[in-house]
């Protein structure tokens, strides 16, 4: 599986958009991206993933670059409960491993 | 959405002691199962990968003998640690997937305290 690199944290103010920016230059083109989050002693939280459309779902938008070397998760209008920890993975699909996770963003939404 | 559920959700031993925790898929079959540890401020790190009705396969530097892991049905997969210590304290989160679709679902987790 193609590495990702996130930033390390992010802040955003309720009620706000919040834009988590990957970095996965080096996927290849059967790849998807993937986006978990991780509300803090929860397990983590399936929320959207695409290959090259942007896609979206009740939860967040995900807008992928034309190259797909890079992608953006989209939570239109943050409250506080979003404030957790937001993982980018990126996987082919048919991967029969498991999901790894990296370190991911820390998003803390303030009020 | 599909659903995994850990029980218990929190214990707390004895140093020596052995705990058991489990892992259900309510809703689906899971023919494999995952289990992770996660230690404070720390991404999750596998420990082991289960398919239903085989042995698990251990992540390097996970002791085999200490987290047992039994995948018996389609539906209950089972986390051992045997001969707790205070430095086993950890979140354990345990992940389901059915076959043929890749998509994986996460339980609640299980908050480890040794004393």
């Known amino acids: 599986d193609a590495k990702t690199t996130q930033p390390p944290s992010m802040d955003c103010a309720e009620g706000r958009a919040a834009n988590l920016p990957c970095n996965h230059s080096?996927?290849?083109?059967?790849?998807?991206v993937y986006w978990y989050r991780q509300i803090h002693s929860q397990g983590p939280q399936y929320i959207i993933h695409?290959?090259?459309n942007n896609e979206t779902n009740e939860m967040a938008s995900l807008i992928i670059t034309e190259d797909r070397k890079s992608s953006t998760l989209i939570l239109p209008h943050a409250t506080l409960r979003d404030t957790a920890v937001y993982y980018c993975?990126?996987?082919?699909?048919?991967?029969?491993?498991?999901?790894?996770f990296g370190a991911g963003t820390r998003l803390t939404v303030k009020p | 959405g599909a659903v995994v559920s850990q029980h218990p959700s929190r214990v707390i031993c004895k140093s020596g002691t052995s705990v058991k925790i489990e892992c259900r898929s309510l809703?689906?079959?899971?023919?494999?199962m995952f289990w992770y540890r996660q230690f404070p401020k720390q991404s999750l790190m596998l420990m082991a990968t289960?398919?239903?009705?085989?042995?698990?396969?251990?992540e390097q530097g996970v002791e085999k003998d200490k987290f047992l892991i039994n995948h018996a049905s389609l539906t209950l997969s089972t986390l051992t640690v045997t001969s707790a210590h205070p430095e086993d304290s950890s979140f354990y989160i345990c992940?389901?997937?059915?076959?043929?679709?890749?998509?994986?679902?996460f339980g609640p987790g299980t908050r480890l305290t040794v004393t």
């Open positions: 809703d689906f079959q899971a023919t494999t």
């Open positions: 080096t996927i290849s083109g059967n790849e998807y």
């Open positions: 289960s398919n239903e009705g085989s042995k698990a396969t251990y």
């Open positions: 992940s389901a997937r059915t076959g043929g679709i890749y998509e994986q679902y």
């Open positions: 695409g290959l090259k």
């Open positions: 993975i990126v996987r082919a699909l048919y991967n029969n491993n498991d999901m790894r």
